[in-house]
């Protein structure tokens, strides 16, 4: 409960710092009888890794995920699954300078301020290197959620102000998403965005940028009230990665803006049975669609059927090269340029953490609610 | 653990549904020794209460708290406080057109989906008057908040498309904030938005809005890393309140169109000590300040000192007078207009409610940050 | 998490003092659709109450559970059951002389060592009288046992040193255990017992015992490794009684002294669905049974089919007419008597306690046995 | 929550089977600034390692632990410290037979009806291999608990039916138990259990016994009432040990044949400030003292400031040469004789695995009892 756990039945712990031996995951309460294997991970690490031509650091990764536990020929055993990767680049020399001084936008401060110790070298525990662990987690829930259906996908739908086609307009395309540095879902335009997020770093800034997400194949009523709504876990979950600054659920702040009459979607009639998306309903209760999707899926904090919709704001990468005026231990106050290359813009890196955390409520939920109700089937009073 | 709980060391349990016997609470984990009686809550619980010629609900709720346990001779004892308010206004009848319907914007058929059972009556549990349960909790969490120096403050930043300035703009006041029913921080500001919100009720509508929040006196350092993040938890409850579609901290969505340079705060000195804000400090470690605040207070997901500073989007209140198309029970579509008297703006009642689970994000993360590093006092090895 | 709820997905809070307006609890997690009403609750609640000639207490409790939430027309709701009774017997003015002793034997020192506050009247928190909330959410729990056949019982196995027959020994009888003051299985026996505790109270002394509870029907496979095990929860759920200073699984102590020959039970195989008591298991999984029972129903502390056998220790009530060297506030050691009139031996007001913390580990070990393994039924991948 | 994690605040999570890539552990909340080493930690690992010519078995285990993350130039950083060792010894082909058959005694058959799948190879996870983890993170919870001054001591105080000494009797010697193979306090009734053993052994059986402990300088106040009392949690933390079959604490169950009058252990004044074992108390709070210690350290669950005692039983080794009958996947009944050599009594290495558990108790409810009160310090309304 200290803050390195996430989740109740299906819950992952990360541990490690940026420079120390190893970082990883437990993922305790995975189901038993799951197919299971390192590629799944390798598959989900590797979108995480920095890339090639575009805006993200140079620091290679080399990442190979390496199961310690939990899984036995080829399937989860329901015991906790333990994932681990070294940590190749130890060289903490080149760290020396960042022992006594504050980086502006990071943590290195308020770190020091609550423990009254840190490890300085790249961050340490506040470093993106600890998402490796949630990217790992995440990629054994959504092993879990694809056997009930359940697709993610996530992709930069900002970037540097240049903003990519809403999903439904014209030129959205999620393929594209994958093939450009950027992860935006239109070629062109990721071009023109990757345009200016160079410039900046040319100039030793960085750029912000919006991650969107969205999920199929949701069952109608998943999502624990009154704390534990999907919205709010979804919240807590993206907040948690470093440099989100916010984020909103369908309609979101354009919300706050308009009428009821407008935002409440209306309501279609959707016979039983016949939307691939949702899982069999109660007999006897309809199952709903809607003509539009304000509400990004949810009511009330429950699913409502339709896609999850979210999107999550991040800042400009707190790195930049230009000079700038910072503390150190001693409280004085100099200038400072962060030395190394770092990311021009965290979006596509962050696309598979947002992944990631979505998976890990949704497993959560989906295992909380086998609770939410008794179900009878005949010949025996309650089913367990 | 099913969604009715919030919080691990100081921890509320709301209960209730609108129409049952009662609403109310258990806080467990208050600390022994504080000072409390029912003024407290009846306060915060007044505030709560839907207003005279404002836009809220006629709906009449002369709600009366009562410590059930708890307390002793006026101070808490360490154990569970349990506080309950009866419902006074349940008459069934009033409410039988709606067991058969599923509102539009409501959670009435994703509640059904998920338990195959709800009871209609005003909402049930999904009603806005489970809020009653955490006013109540949060008012434990203020007084607790308060003998430490931190005070919480929240405001209706716009309402029906109406903004107020923002804190430090020209003609901001926050004690306006508390004298008209918007709860809005300039008088003439708040009677413009006011008369939107009134034209869309004329019109059988209703209106969105944003709440912001400020939080003085956090210590540096309070804040769980990693998933018990500040932003985190309090994106998690604000997302828990109904109607809730987004929420952003410091400069929220407008950092992803920014540069780093202009989103990196830039710091200055402080003295150890200068500042009535922040709680003394290890010894050799200088308190910063920084010139602005666009990091909202936090950086890493701990509080830097500065004051915490975060924004809700509300949707509209979804119950409007117009006819809408929506869905029964038999999965026939209708048109329907739900019946009776509705809040035109659901702002002004977020706002205590807003403040409440902020404070009890706070008070949680207050207990906790105790065992975030050892403490040797002179004479003993430890202290405990 | 600040010691007043129990269970993760099945979980009871409990609140009140002995002498404060009122005690009870909040039962969160409780599937929605199973049928309650209060007077499942008040069922067990009169079990609890002091007997008639018997050697409980002479204290009038006339409790009365009262529903506040969580059930609509006779069926739970999915929702916080909110269960509450008020105290009725508050006179401060008697307890006045308790206010500044630690009564020997009772928490009152300890209390206070923690708290640096206490209710001093009747015990305050540490009451017996706490033992009210437990009663109630187990009902809650023993009802949603009972629909998956499985059914809980206690009794006495031993008062003021004289011991009862054993399970399959020659007149055990548990019909007769509910007819004897002492709650007995042998009703010549539990006289003799009752005689030796009526000539201790008869000196101003009382009478220990041992409580132990058989469980049927239970499900091979229940029970969480590794920490979450079936014995490590009963054990803290039987220790978590006051007076409680011991427990034991099948065998016990005496396996201690025991050879591997001897303790290990001897497999029989049990052809799949002969048995009542267990449920359908997975095809090809062969249901055994075994000659005989040390191991108490389960093996790495999983549920084998076998009923459940354990065993705890009760200490005599400490509160005795005679007069004890005990200190004061001031920390002077004075001689003092507990005043009023005390129960013999707790035993019998124990079983309906052991029970209800029995009812409530199973209920929570059964939602969280869901989890355990995917299922695939035909026609759909995975089901929720 | 899924079973294997322990703790709140200080919480540990255990992973890994016996034949997989590697067992150990994850230590969250361990407060910053502790001085830990991996010496610490191995130290334990080798009272844990079977021993030369005792009883325990033969199978080599050379751990080492690794620090994988959390301590930084030899100090907690208040971050996850990740502790593994690897498996060695996992030639699979050895236990191929095993793969088909339920040994009695141990959880093959409930481990499979609970998750349909197992890890055959040397019990998987339900191995004794397990407590690596439990060990390792108990030497971090030692480490932290010695800078409080408390101390945990160990011991096996019977064993096939030998009992040694107790504390406070004559002989009663507690530096010879970390000297004999029994780890019994008393040199030559060691020698006589032991032979005893042997002699078991050499008919291919296997001998039970009893594992006790006690814990100095444990402050007045630890433990959280209702459901975290100390001896719910040690009870909870025993019965998890595989084998563990009976917990008792001070008197246990002979409190249950005793009067009222014997068992309240009599208050004698104690001096504040004089014993050493005990915190500082709150100004005007006398710190008491009582002549015996029937109690066990702990009235209400709350401890007095007397040692912890407490005792717990384990069953013999259900691993035996001797054949048993018992069942294989196909549901036949067969004999089958456990192949390789096994420990001949568990207790001496159940030693070190019971004061894991103890401390990792401890250290969880010392970091808890830290937000029991409200603490006042001159200059600042409240203390962080």
Redesign the interface.
């Known amino acids: ?6 989740g ?4 992952v ?5 940026s420079h ?5 995951c ?1 993922v ?2 995975c ?4 197919s299971l294997g390192e590629e799944a991970i390798d598959r989900e690490l590797r979108r995480r890794r920095p890339g090639g031509g575009g805006p993200q650091s140079a620091r290679r990764e080399e990442d190979k995920a ?5 899984v ?1 020929e080829g ?1 989860t ?6 994932i ?1 990767a070294r940590n190749q680049d130890q060289r903490s020399d080149d760290y020396e300078e960042l022992r006594d001084i ?1 980086r ?4 290195d ?11 300085h070298r790249g961050g ?3 470093s993106g290197r ?1 998402t490796l662990g949630r990217v790992a987690g995440g990629a054994v829930a959504k092993t ?1 959620l694809a ?3 359940i697709r993610i996908q996530g992709w930069t739908a ?1 970037a ?2 240049v903003a990519a086609p809403l999903p439904g307009e014209a030129g959205f395309d999620l393929d594209a998403a994958e093939q450009n540095p950027l992860r935006m879902p239109h070629r062109e335009i990721a071009e023109q965005a990757l345009a200016k997020v160079e410039a ?1 770093r040319a100039q ?7 991650v969107a997400c969205s999920v199929h194949g949701l ?11 999907l ?10 990665i ?1 440099a ?10 354009a ?15 959707w ?2 049975g016949s939307g691939g998306d949702a ?4 007999p ?5 669609r809607y003509e539009t999707n304000r ?2 899926g ?8 339709m896609p999850l919709a979210f999107r999550v ?8 090269a ?1 000079s ?4 150190d ?5 100099r200038e400072f340029a962060v030395p190394g290359r770092h990311d021009g813009c965290v979006c596509p890196r962050a696309v598979p953490v947002v992944e990631a955390m979505t998976a890990l409520v949704l497993a959560d939920l ?9 179900t009878s089937p005949e010949g ?3 089913r ?1």
């Open positions: 409960m200290a803050g390195n756990s996430f109740v039945l299906f819950r712990t990360t541990f490690g710092e120390g031996p190893a970082v990883g437990i305790d309460g189901p038993a009888g799951l390496e199961l310690l536990s939990g036995f399937k055993l329901g015991t906790p699954i333990a681990m504050y502006p936008g990071h943590a401060w308020t770190w020091e301020a609550k423990y009254g110790i840190r490890d340490g525990r506040s600890e879990l056997g009930f259906g900002a540097a102000g900046l030793g800034d960085s750029a912000g940028g919006i069952p109608p009523g998943l999502g624990e009230p009154v704390f534990g709504k919205d709010a876990l979804l919240a807590a979950a993206m907040l948690s470093g989100a600054k916010g984020v909103e659920f369908g309609a979101g702040f919300a706050a803006a308009a009428a009821g009459s407008q935002q409440n979607d209306r309501t279609l009639r016979s039983a899982l069999p309903l109660p006897g209760t309809p199952a709903l509400a990004g949810m009511l009330g904090g429950i699913a409502t059927g704001a991040f800042k400009p990468t707190p790195s930049i230009q700038q005026q910072c503390a231990r001693r409280g004085l106050v989906l295992l909380l609610h086998r609770s939410s109700r008794i025996y009073p309650f367990i």
